[in-house]
């Protein structure tokens, strides 16, 4: 599956909330979101619009692992 290409960082953070994130801080217009499923784990979102293919890909990476997933299963999972 392709990795969307229009998608804003609110809406990241929307779709990330599946998988229990929840925004912790913002500072400027970076979100900082938590979760606590599988130990705590913290990542950082831009809210570009949209935000860049590599931004992204970086983000869902990071995501994946944290849950054992690889990237495609997580794209599945959330789109």
Known sequence: MRIPRDLTGDELAKLLHKLGYI???QVGSH???TTQ???THHITI???DPLKV???SGILHD???H???TR???LLELF
């Open 72 to 74: 495609e299963e997580l």
């Open 37 to 39: 499923a599988y130990g």
């Open 23 to 25: 925004q912790t801080r």
């Open 63 to 65: 995501v994946a692992v």
């Open 46 to 48: 831009p809210r570009h």
């Open 67 to 69: 849950f054992g997933k």
């Open 54 to 56: 590599g931004t992204l």
């Open 31 to 33: 979100l900082r979101l």
